[in-house]
């Protein structure tokens, strides 16, 4: 099992939401911590709300990164429990992203 062994399933959410924190993460920095004005405009205003954004759609990354690596979920009715809606939506995105990833 090598580093990231834990990272097996979904890379490229992962990728794409690490990427999207660190650019968010620097644009909120840059906005904050720098006087940024051409010809006497602020922007920096601008790189706040942009990175912010940016953070934002990085938890869309993080969120298909998590519901692709979950391994082994037990349905509520094993459990003797009614499945709720989340559960299924889970289950079924989770079970799709896996078939997809082995046919290609």
Known sequence: ????GGLSHCKLALAFAV???L???AALLLGVFTP???KGRDF???L????ALLVLVSLGGWV???TGNIEGLTSKKE???IGSAVDRLARNLSRKIRTYRSHH
Request: hydrophobic letters at 45%; one cysteine or more; a negative charge.
């Open 36 to 38: 940024l004005e051409v």
């Open 64 to 66: 298909l990164w998590y």
């Open 79 to 81: 459990l003797g429990h």
């Open 1 to 4: 099992m090598g580093v990231c």
């Open 19 to 21: 990427l999207m924190d």
């Open 48 to 51: 706040v709300y942009t990175g």
């Open 23 to 25: 650019l968010g993460g």
């Open 44 to 46: 920096g205003d601008l």
